[in-house]
């Protein structure tokens, strides 16, 4: 599983059921800049005071707001766009990770979407 997420040249960002870090792959480094390899944010948080994205996004509030939003529905959303400091779009689908009714993880797709965007 995690070779064909690697693989995948869309960003990948798996959380658990505390918005922790399971799994994520070289693309979602990439798209957000994050200078590290993807092992380094296994078990990170990556959102609120620290988080490694909280300083990415153009307008954090709003973007973090639509997160907590989107999580608290508990349903897939598709082609959410964000957009990043220094003028990037991202688009984002996000699939809740159910199991017998309790939400295990969840699963983030991001893709660049600026050139769309403009």
Do not use: C
Request: glycine share 10%; no cysteine.
């Amino acid at each position: 599983m995690a070779t064909l997420i690697e693989s995948m040249g869309v960003g990948i960002l798996l959380l658990d059921e505390h918005q922790r870090v399971v799994l994520t792959n070289s693309a979602f480094v990439e798209l957000f800049a994050l200078g590290l390899s993807p092992d380094k944010l296994r078990g990170t948080a990556p959102r609120g005071a620290g988080g490694m994205l909280t300083h990415r996004f153009a307008d954090r509030e709003a973007a973090e707001r639509r997160i907590d939003e989107t999580v608290k529905r508990g349903r897939p959303a598709i082609a959410d766009e964000v957009s990043l400091v220094g003028g990037r779009v991202l688009e984002r689908d996000y699939v809740p990770v159910v199991l017998d009714g309790a939400t295990l993880g969840h699963l983030w797709v991001f893709r660049d979407v600026t050139a769309q965007a403009e």
